[in-house]
């Protein structure tokens, strides 16, 4: 098994970006969380605690939850995740903030059997078949948000995020856990994983260098680093110009998860 992890700050704010990936001792199976944080716009949030002090403690209780309860499903792990989090400070945090700390989220769990997944919100998740094929496996509500709701390219205004007709993300409300987009995968046909946030999809989404089959040949051929670099290099390079970013931040936080089951 081959499992490669890679993050990069957009700036000199620590990372809200999380990834891990668990192979239990038992070596029966494993799994992968990848997080982004929600950068909140300028302003009061209602909570005392940072972006990337929600991501830790999230992503944490999903990598120990996926690996330790194989007898609850992706979404149920999700919601007492958040669940779990939430407790740690709702004594002292006003949860009920449309700011308060929240990610996106995208966890994929494996057996000898099947491979399960779930993506919430912009983060991505690529699948490799037996024959090679490559499926991207998304949350595409964001981008069907009217761009009018947008603060910028990577902010949504607060009145369609967690909304009926907006989109969702992870953040104090465990039932949100069922606005994930989740499935299965017999284990033969899932033979390769790459799980990416928004920072690290820019290779596709921004720059059009590729579709996702050609980003995820880069990173298996030359690592999860080098893409984060190829990003690096197109934002310094459009960073005048913007004919790529326009309203987009120069650079975002970006992650990247290879797992070569």
């Not at 205004?157 to 039932?175: I, Q």
Request: proline content about 5%; charged content about 30%; glycine content about 8%.
């Amino acid at each position: 098994m081959r499992i490669e992890i890679a993050t990069d700050p957009g700036s000199d704010r620590p990372n809200e970006d999380y990834a891990s990936a668990a192979v239990p001792a038992s070596g029966q199976g494993g799994s992968l969380v990848v997080l982004d944080g929600v950068t909140p716009p300028r302003g009061e949030s209602g909570c005392r605690h940072s972006v990337p002090w929600f991501t830790a403690r999230l992503g944490g209780a999903l990598g120990e939850l996926s690996v330790s309860r194989r007898d609850m499903t992706l979404t149920d792990i999700l919601a007492e995740a958040i669940r779990r989090t939430a407790d740690t400070h709702r004594q002292t945090c006003d949860l009920s903030h449309p700011r308060t700390p929240q990610a996106t989220v995208v966890v994929a769990r494996w057996d000898a059997e099947r491979v399960e997944y779930l993506v919430l919100s912009d983060s991505v998740l690529l699948v490799e078949d037996e024959v090679g094929g490559v499926t991207a496996l998304r949350d595409d509500r964001l981008d069907r948000v009217p761009r009018s709701s947008l603060v910028s390219d990577e902010v949504a205004d607060a009145t369609v995020r967690n909304k009926e007709g907006g989109f969702f993300t992870a953040a104090a409300d465990p039932s949100v856990a069922g606005r994930a987009v989740t499935g299965e995968l017999p284990r033969a046909g899932a033979r390769t994983l790459v799980a990416l946030t928004d920072g690290a999809t820019r290779w596709v989404d921004k720059f059009h260098r590729g579709e996702w089959p050609d980003l995820f040949a880069l990173v298996r051929k030359e690592g999860a680093e080098a893409l984060l670099e190829r990003v690096r290099a197109l934002e310094d390079a459009d960073e005048q110009d913007r004919v790529f970013l326009r309203r987009s931040k120069t650079h975002d936080d970006a992650t990247a998860v290879y797992v070569e089951l």
